[in-house]
């Protein structure tokens, strides 16, 4: 499988998810070259903070050439973005991380005031 990032964005949503008081929301479209899985999803991580924990987040659909993803943020600050992949209801995971950072970079800030952090500009 093959699936490669064109454009998207990353905006920080200042309501609380969960127990989290703020959250990001990705917004990705993938080229239209893309060979998808059966039933794609989108699984992303990042570190909050260059030493802390890597957290994972699954099971975003990818609907047509398109995913959202909302992950919660515990706490403001730095993102560093670990690998990122497409899976596939047939156990396929297909790295995209190269792709996701030509495009989000390998970071992003997060402050309790900004709303678009990364990527392209958030429509």
Request: glycine share 12%; aromatic share 10%.
């Amino acid at each position: 499988y093959m699936a490669s990032v064109k454009s998207g964005c990353v905006e920080v949503i200042h309501e609380p998810l969960g127990k989290d008081p703020s959250y990001t929301r990705a917004k990705v479209e993938f080229g239209l070259d893309s060979l998808f899985p059966p039933d794609p999803t989108l699984q992303l991580s990042f570190r909050e903070g260059a030493s802390g924990p890597l957290l994972t987040f699954a099971d975003f659909p990818i609907v047509g050439f398109s995913a959202m993803a909302d992950t919660g943020i515990t706490e403001y600050g730095d993102k560093l973005w670990g690998d990122i992949f497409v899976n596939g209801s047939d156990g396929s995971m297909t790295n995209i991380t190269d792709s996701w950072n030509s495009v989000f970079g390998d970071s992003v800030t997060v402050t309790s005031s900004e709303g678009a952090i990364g990527g392209n500009a958030c429509e």
